[in-house]
C-alpha cells in the first residue's frame, strides 16, 4: 500500500539534499500537480520561487483565485502578467495549430525570461508523463507535455543535473493523496483538467477579448450550477465555449443577431476517449436562462452531445 506520511518525508528530504542553499524555481498554472509541487519546495524549506504566467487566456476571476490559494497556504508566488503579449500575439490567427504555437512559443519566452539565471528547475512531472514523452512521440498528449516539460532549455538543464522533478512516480491519484497530506485545499485538488493553451481552444476561429470574456461569463455560470446542484464533481472536466456563429433572436423588443455558445460535460479515465454526460435538464435549464438574460453577446445555448471520439474534448 502507498504509504502517503512516509512518502512525503521522503520527497521532502530529497528536495532538501538535491537543492541545498541552491534557488529552485517552479512554474505554476493553479492545477494540482505544480500547487502540490510548489508546496512540498516551501514545506521543504528550500530557496523557491513560483511563477505564475497569466495568458489573458484564463478563466473568471483565475488568476486572482489562484494567487490568493498560494497566499492562502503561505506559499510566494509570482504573477506576470502578460495577457496583453498573448492577445496581440494572437490577434488575427484563425487556424488551431497556429494559435497553440504561438501560445506555447510565447509562454516559453514569458516564463524564461522570469526565471532568469535559475539555479534548479522544478516541474511537476508525474509518472504518465514520463511514459508517454520515452513511448509515444507521436500521441497529442505527449507532444503537449513535451513543450512544456522537455523543451530544449530544459534538456541542457537536464544535462546539467538541474531539473527536479518529484512527483515523477506518482501517479494523479497518489498527487491528489499527496496534496490532502500537505493540507492542500479540496476544491484545489478536485478541479478539472484545464488545458495550457487555456480558452483558446474553447473559442474557434480568431480570439479577441470581447470574446474571451463572453466565454468567462458563461463558463462561470454552468460551472456555478454544477457545483451548487453537486455534479461538478461527478464529471470529469465541463466548461462553456463559443460558437462564433451569429443568428438572429429577439431580446427585449429589439431584433438581437448574436453568438451562441456551447456547454460540455464529459466522463473520461484517461482523455483519449470521453462521453458526454446526460446532466439534469434543470441544470441545463438554469445554466441557459442565467446565460441568456445576463451575458450580452449570446442568444443561443446549445449542449454538445458529441462523445470523443469523433469529437475531441475541447472545442477547437
Ligand atoms: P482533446 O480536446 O484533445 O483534449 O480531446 C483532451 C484533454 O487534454 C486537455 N488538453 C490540453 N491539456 N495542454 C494541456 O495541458 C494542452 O495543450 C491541451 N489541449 C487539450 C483537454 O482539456 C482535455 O482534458
Redesign the pocket.
Known sequence: PFRIEEFRREIIDGIRDRVGDKQVVCGVSGGVDSTVLAVLLHEAGVNMRAIFVDNGLLRKDEAAEVVNNFHRMGVPIEKVDASERFLTALAGETAPEKK?VI??NLFLDVFWDAVGDAEILAQGTLYPDVIESASNENS??SK??T??NRVDRVLELQAQGKVLEPLAELFKDEVRELGASLGIAKDILNR??????GLA?RCPGDITKEKLDIIREVDAIFISRLKDHGWYDKV??A?GALVPVKTVGVKGDERSYEWACSLRAVV?ED??T?DWVELPYSILRESSNMILNSVAGINRVLFDVSS?PP??????
Open positions: 497553440r501560445i506555447g497529442k498528449a503537449i507535455k513543450h512544456h478539472h483538467p484545464f488545458p495550457g493553451p481552444v470529469w472536466q466548461y473520461s482523455a483519449m470521453a470523443k469529437a475531441s474534448i475541447e472545442w477547437e
